[in-house]
């Protein structure tokens, strides 16, 4: 039989009110010790929550709804699962609807979650709606993650593309790199805005002047970057390195060098972004900017648990950072190995990078 709140409570020597005033974190004043016993006790006998009894007290349903516009997009499963991943180890459990960026079939959506009395939502890669139209529709509290075509506004969590951008430029800077070609994204997305931005800032920081002839606009695909890429070998000078707005289009960049004849990296060094799978199996292996998804979704779950328990009233716009994975396609993987030795075992191992730099960006 499952353990009932009065098998608490008898375990730990208490009323069944104080158990549960324990375990709903209730303001009401509770000694340590005996906050303590309770909680030991309630570990020990392995008590679950009854999760139905605590909703038709607290009208919750400790179910979210997760709209998500495209479930085949690489980076929403990610996102979901770090949706899941928190809102699991919190007792709640999700939603998920896929709405095919369709405005109709989201506001069905939104509709059917309604119903469900569900107790938030989360949006993931929405562009159709605004704070102020969820609410019309489900006054419910909400969350926006990893928006594609709308400014950062409150309420919502988003990568870091201007930092990633720099990141990335400073990489090969500080590998001696002055002719940084960039091969960016389409028009209107906040990706492309904000990677443009972060690679000029960047350039700009070390004293690289601007060249808009450096530059080629993609559309996120291997063929785009392959032949923009082509178009950029055929300055006089030649970029010595290229950052690809994404991963993709990188692959198209070492497609176009080593057409030509060229090597990556000696030739020309690459850096990508998102850190698709591919990007470490291919070879040269690619040199890249994680999209942190799963952060992002656990931080817009976490910001969603916050909203609906009343400890905020809204969320301020959130950036999460991604990190540089060096791999082979920039070259900083040609330096020497050192070794430490001691007692004629190696201790310690590292490779000395061929930069111009070590200092992490700030």
């Not at 430029?169 to 590998?175: D, E, K, N, P, T």
């Not at 996120?220 to 993709?248: R, Y």
């Not at 850190?275 to 979704?297: H, K, L, N, S, Y």
Request: aromatic share 8%; with cysteine.
């Amino acid at each position: 039989m499952p353990v009932s709140l009065v098998d608490v409570a008898k375990a730990a020597g208490v009323s069944n009110a104080t158990v549960s005033r324990v375990l709903t974190n209730s303001d009401h004043p509770i000694a340590e010790e005996t906050r303590r016993k309770v909680l030991v006790a309630a570990e020990t006998l392995g008590y679950r929550p009854n999760l139905i009894a605590r909703g038709l007290r607290t009208e919750q349903t400790f179910t979210i709804g997760v709209i998500v516009e495209n479930i085949l997009s690489p980076f929403i499963p990610p996102i979901t699962r770090g949706i899941h991943d928190y809102l699991s180890q919190h007792n709640y459990s999700a939603i998920i609807i896929n709405s095919d960026w369709d405005p109709i079939v989201e506001t069905a959506a939104l509709e059917n979650l309604a119903r469900r009395h569900i107790d938030g939502v989360i949006f993931v890669e929405s562009y159709t709606r605004s704070s102020d139209e969820v609410t019309r529709l489900i006054p419910k509290p909400h969350i926006f993650v990893h928006r594609l075509f709308n400014a950062l506004n409150p309420n919502s969590v988003a990568p870091d593309d201007l930092y990633g951008a720099r990141l990335a430029v400073h990489h090969l800077a500080c590998l001696g790199h002055r002719r940084i070609a960039f091969i960016n994204g389409p028009e209107g997305w906040d990706a492309t805005i904000n990677r443009m931005a972060g690679y000029q800032q960047e350039l700009a920081a070390w004293g690289i002047p601007f060249d808009p002839t450096l530059v080629g606009r993609g559309d996120w695909e291997v063929q785009s970057g392959f032949a923009i890429t082509q178009q950029l070998l055929a300055h006089t000078p030649p970029p010595t390195a290229i950052f690809a707005a994404n991963d993709l289009m990188a692959l198209g960049v070492i497609y176009a060098v080593q057409d030509a004849g060229l090597q990556v990296p000696n030739d020309i060094a690459v850096v990508g972004y998102d850190d698709r799978d591919f990007a470490g199996f291919v070879r040269p292996a690619i040199t890249t900017v994680t999209m942190p998804c799963e952060a992002m979704g656990r931080l817009s779950a976490e910001f969603l648990l916050r909203l609906i328990d009343q400890e905020v009233d809204v969320i301020e716009p959130t950036l999460v950072q991604g990190e540089l994975v060096v791999r082979q396609s920039c070259g900083a993987a040609t330096g020497e190995w050192q070794f430490e030795h001691e007692q004629g075992s190696i201790i310690r191992q590292q490779r000395v990078l061929h930069t111009g730099c070590r200092e992490p960006l700030t």
